[in-house]
């Protein structure tokens, strides 16, 4: 007889904290793993691979003897390479022994920093649609999250006057997501410039999630509001190797800011995981410190596959905010008839491709879905030819809203 176990506590509330859309993600998920032949547009992980001089790094890191752990806040050559790092790439000034912590990925740095500086009742200011980990993470710390609506028609582009009118005396910290997940959009950087007036204005500490800020399009620009006039003391950038250097795998990340909040996210670090893996910090050392020549050529695959998409996207009469970064599309599937969750389950079972729908970052899109481009272009060329298929559609009045 099978021994039952009842739910503990931490299951029920994790059971509260996963809304509807993730898990009918997590579903498609499980569900297309036992089927053959799907093109997954869902996930974003890179599939191509880490460049060879960091595996290489790795390898003579292993050779070495990189078997004992690290200060929580990571390999001083780490924290002293992305402080470098910031400075030649960002303008942003940080202290690399006080001011940068390296995380066991950018998903474990975002939860670490949202438990060190938000508290019970605090108010968060967060973009939506929203990569949903966030959410996770601002109930644990018992805040409250406010979202600032963004608008297709502006490329989902953060409007300053929504985020302003917004604060309220409770309200402590704004998340800044560029480009962004899962809309591809990028904050201007002239609504970038207002809103840093705005947050010191208001006192705000600002989350500045700059993970793709490498992958960038059609001449976007990325501007990181840590350089700007008086926002280096109230401004903590998260970032990490997985999207860059595709090595999301390797499991390193890193925050910098001010050392006061870095004090408090290098003891939760410490109790949370001692450190980030050894031999993943040194494979950073080598990522920020060597050839960057991948970082174009990866990006300009990422371009080109970005094209095949949108073309197909148009031809099915689609729309969607301007996509000028990272490597998604939100689109706007309403003119199909039916919610992106049932469009999905459709796509998946009938044309075996695989698309994660809107609600998995936001409940009130419905109407949309988030497609990734993390396939070679002759997949994605299938992968839309079974789609226009499967739907029956073909060319309106699609492109860009």
């Known amino acids: 007889m099978a021994e039952t176990v009842a739910p503990s506590v931490a299951d029920n509330q994790l059971e509260r904290l996963d809304d509807e859309g993730t898990r009918q993600r997590y579903d498609l998920l499980e569900r297309s793993e036992s089927m053959t032949g799907v093109i997954a547009l869902g996930r974003g992980d890179p599939d191509l691979p880490t460049p060879g001089h960091i595996v290489e790094a790795a390898k003579r890191a292993i050779e070495r003897g990189a078997d004992r752990v690290s200060d929580p806040a990571g390999l001083p050559e780490l924290r002293r390479a992305i402080a470098a790092k910031l400075e030649r790439e960002n303008g942003v000034t940080v202290d690399p022994a006080g001011g940068v912590v390296v995380t066991t990925g950018g998903q474990e740095g975002l939860f670490l920093l949202v438990q060190a500086i938000l508290g019970r009742g605090d108010e968060i200011l967060v973009p939506d649609p929203r990569y949903t980990s966030y959410d996770v993470a601002i109930q644990m710390a018992g805040a409250k999250m406010v979202s600032v609506p963004t608008e297709e028609r502006d490329g989902f582009d953060l409007d300053p006057g929504a985020v302003e009118q917004r604060i309220t005396d ?36 600002v989350i500045s999630d700059e993970i793709y800020e490498k992958l960038l399009y059609d001449g976007a620009e990325h501007l990181s509001i840590g350089s700007l006039p008086g926002m280096a003391e109230r401004t903590i950038t998260l970032n990490g190797f997985s999207k860059t250097y595709c090595m999301t795998g390797w499991r390193v990340g890193y925050l910098a800011g001010p050392r006061k909040v870095m004090r408090r996210v290098r003891r939760l670090k410490d109790l949370a995981s001692s450190c980030a893996p050894v031999v993943s910090q040194w494979a950073g050392v080598a990522a920020l410190e060597g050839p960057q020549d991948a970082v174009e050529e990866y990006r300009r695959i990422y371009e080109g596959r970005r094209r095949v998409v949108l073309d197909g996207l148009d031809r099915l009469g689609f729309t969607y905010g301007d996509p000028r970064g990272a490597f998604y599309i939100f689109v706007n599937a309403a003119s199909v008839g039916m919610d992106s969750i049932d469009l999905s389950r459709k796509l998946l079972e009938e044309a075996r491709v695989l698309i994660f729908p ?44």
């Open 170 to 205: 409770r309200t402590r910290v704004l998340l800044l997501i560029t480009p962004g997940n899962p809309t591809a959009g990028t904050i201007t950087p002239p609504n970038l410039r207002r809103i840093a007036e705005i947050a010191r204005k208001h006192d705000l500490l």
């Open 358 to 401: 809107g609600t998995g970052f936001g409940e009130q899109w419905v109407d949309y879905m988030r497609v990734s481009y993390l396939a070679p272009e002759e997949e994605l060329a299938e992968a839309m030819s079974r789609v226009e298929a499967c739907l029956g559609l073909r060319g309106g009045n699609g492109g860009a809203a």
